[in-house]
């Protein structure tokens, strides 16, 4: 069975600096379906015979996502003689380098895939084109209005979007827990309520791992987004981007939880996998792993015997109250560079690809099993009359979705500054030290990159 590198998509999620080589998953060959032919120009080209070409760039997701972004392409190309599209696919591992030399060539594509935490600040910096003269009026009141808040900058849009789906839900082992005298029916809903699940697990299966969740400095600095939301009830910066908020005792429950997790020898000193990759815990070599939505996806494909054997329940709160946020909302927008030489071409590609026909976006959650959710609400209406039960959890992450929120757009050096904190806690390091470093680093940040600067540009 080929292995695929799921998410990392998990840093699907990241944003600016986050994005150098782990914007999307999957170990694809640039040479293979969708990655673009001899001497394909890197922006959108007018031929001899009056045809137009746009490129657009796809980071590498999971198969059956890739599967979608090529149909959707060709019933654009098949449906337009005088525009074409031109789909090149990038491993995440090769993007920014690629993007880079794009950019330095001149060469930069019309159009390129963006996850929601970069929008915003790509389009203040000038980087994207405004889509909204170019789409039917009722393709913006249709958005959700998270999503449309999400590519919304003073009053204009720079992003149609395709998908989101929650970034924190519980997955768990059944067996593993009715067999150490656990009731899978009854999920924790606190951490101080998994941290005793998890000890009952090791106690009951010590050749098992309790728990997983993100254990290095970068997993933890986005993974976390909703739990520091959680904790302090706000983010770990003012709103206004002038001021750090993450030197108060507000986030020590957060900090407490992750040291108590691992001096407890509740998680692997080293994780077995990735945050968004489920595969030891699919193999009963993990009792308990928290993931986003993406990770279904991964069951349905790779481990379908063992897909009744796995419950999932919301991420738990520090105080059991499932109504407050554990996560975000991440997922992957269409942008248009802002030095396309073929704005309107290229925004009739996006449009027809995920604003107009429902058809075209709602073969993209059924390629994907169900596991994602749609920001328009018209597809959002039509998914609801389908039969979506090959995902046996798709009303749980509907629930989920409800209390996560977008994720931040902010700068990357804010949120690593958070997972850095979090990651020498985990490693013995002393809680208080480890948020007076990270309040320091927020506040350095601020000065250093100009900030405000960044949000009122």
């Known amino acids: 069975m080929k292995r695929y590198s799921w998410r990392s998509v998990a840093v699907a ?7 150098v080589g782990l914007a999307a ?44 972004f090529e149909g959707a392409v060709k019933a654009f190309n098949d449906a337009h003689t005088d525009v074409q599209v031109n789909l090149v696919v990038v491993p995440g591992d090769a993007w920014e380098q690629k993007m880079k030399a794009a950019q330095a060539a001149g060469k930069t594509p019309d159009a390129y895939t963006r996850n929601y935490s970069a929008i915003q600040p790509a389009a203040r910096g000038g980087e994207l084109g405004s889509l909204t003269e170019y789409f039917d ?5 249709d958005l959700d209005e998270r999503f449309l808040e999400a590519v919304t900058v003073d009053g204009a849009q720079y992003a149609y979007p395709i998908y989101y789906e929650p970034s924190s839900l519980l997955f768990f082992r059944k067996d593993l827990w009715t067999s150490a005298g656990l009731d899978p029916s009854d999920p924790p809903a606190s951490w101080d309520e998994l941290i005793g699940a998890a000890q009952t697990l090791k106690s009951a299966h010590p050749d098992v791992v309790p728990f997983q969740t993100a254990q290095n400095a970068v997993e933890l600095s986005w993974t976390t987004w909703g739990m520091q939301i959680n904790a302090a009830g706000h983010r770990p910066i003012s709103d206004d981007w002038t001021t750090s908020l993450a030197g108060g005792d507000e986030y020590r429950p957060l900090f ?69 946020t554990t996560g975000t909302l991440g997922g992957w927008a269409f942008v248009m560079d802002a030095k396309s030489t073929h704005p309107k071409e290229t925004a009739e590609a996006i449009s027809f690809m995920t604003a107009e026909d429902t058809a075209i976006p709602l073969d993209y959650f059924v390629k994907t099993n169900f596991t994602k959710l749609s920001p328009r609400n018209s597809v959002a209406e039509e998914l609801s009359a389908m039969d979506t039960s090959v995902d046996p959890w798709y009303e749980t992450v509907i629930d989920v979705s409800q209390y996560q929120v977008l994720e931040p757009t902010y700068d990357w050096a804010v949120s690593i500054a958070i997972g850095t904190a979090l990651e020498k806690v985990m490693q013995g390091g002393d809680v208080s030290e480890a948020i007076a470093e990270a309040d320091a680093a927020i506040t350095k940040a601020i000065a250093d990159l100009k900030l405000p600067d960044q949000l009122n540009r």
Request: with cysteine; aromatic share 6%; proline share 6%.
């Open 25 to 68: 998953c999957g170990n694809g060959d640039p040479g293979g379906p969708g990655a673009p032919t001899e001497g394909a120009s890197g922006d959108g080209s007018t031929g001899g015979d009056g045809v137009v070409t746009v490129e657009i760039w796809q980071n590498q997701f999971q198969p059956n996502d890739n599967a979608w």
């Open 13 to 19: 999620a990241l944003s600016g600096a986050a994005l």
């Open 256 to 324: 407490e939880t992750y040291k108590t997790l691992m001096d407890e020898g509740l998680l692997a000193k080293q994780a077995l996998t990735g945050y968004g990759d489920l595969s030891a815990l699919a193999e009963g070599k993990i009792a308990m792993q928290a993931s986003g939505s993406w990770a279904i996806n991964q069951l349905l494909d790779e481990y379908p015997d063992v897909v009744e054997n796995i419950e999932i329940a919301p991420l738990p709160s520090l105080d059991g109250d499932l109504t407050k």
């Open 137 to 141: 009026a009722s393709a913006w009141t």
